[in-house]
């Protein structure tokens, strides 16, 4: 098993413009997020998904948008790209309500908006 | 709005001493709390989940604890290694069925 994988690792992006980053797990997982994790921050809350066809805002959801259409993967948007968006982004899963289930993350992807 | 609070950013201790991190949280009270393991350029890997109606949880040389009067967990390691070197976050569950709120995590340096 894979567990959870990103695509891409790295990205360099210039101010406004797009991209899609793709989370995959192999683990049947119903939830999965989207995190950003900064500096002297912590990992943060972007969007969330409780199963196929269903997202939630998190902590810090502007800017972005996301989809679920298969259960397997979760994407993250940036529609026009801010430099304040340079970030290290993880995508994590679990097999129900995240408080009593453990979450596996993928590796991560380093995005720098110039 | 909840407030997660680790003691501190980094904590440097002699190898085979016992490390102790702290996690504070305030204005809710969680029925579950996990501690999760980062290593650098790595995401975070989940290491112990203890319920607000355990005490203590143990796990080799790992123990949690879980006052929910004091509103605080420790996160023990037992005889530490240089290999124990990482950063560890604390993450209680949200309130109401919310997802985890992760704290900005402690950085241990395990020196030989």
């Known amino acids: 098993n894979a567990g959870v994988t990103q695509t891409p690792k790295f990205r360099v992006l210039k101010t406004g413009q797009s991209m899609t980053l793709l989370c995959a797990q192999d683990m049947n997982h119903e939830y999965m997020y989207w995190y950003r994790q900064d500096p002297g921050m912590g990992l943060r809350l972007i969007h969330y998904?409780?199963?196929?066809?269903?997202?939630a805002k998190g902590e810090v959801p502007d800017g972005y948008n996301v989809s679920r259409l298969k259960k397997q993967n979760f994407l993250l948007g940036l529609e026009s790209a801010a430099p304040s968006q340079t970030s290290v982004y993880f995508c994590a899963s679990s097999r129900g309500t995240s408080g009593m289930n453990e979450q596996f993350f993928g590796p991560g992807t380093r995005l720098t908006v110039l | 709005s909840q407030k997660i609070e680790q003691n501190s950013e980094a904590l440097n201790i002699q190898e085979g001493k016992t490390a102790t991190l702290t996690c504070n949280y305030t204005?809710?009270?969680?029925?579950?709390l996990q501690w999760y393991r980062q290593d650098p350029g790595r995401g975070p890997v989940f290491l112990l989940l203890?319920?607000?109606?355990?005490k203590e949880k143990r796990k080799e040389r790992l123990k949690v604890t879980f006052d929910t009067t004091l509103k605080q967990s420790l996160f023990h390691i037992t005889a530490s290694q240089p290999a124990d070197s990482a950063t560890y976050l604390c993450?209680?569950?949200?309130?109401?069925?919310?997802?985890?709120?992760f704290g900005k995590g402690t950085r241990l340096s395990v020196i030989a």
């Open positions: 998904s409780v199963g196929e066809g269903t997202t």
């Open positions: 993450a209680p569950r949200g309130p109401g069925n919310t997802p985890l709120v």
């Open positions: 203890i319920r607000e109606n355990e």
């Open positions: 204005n809710y009270s969680p029925a579950y």
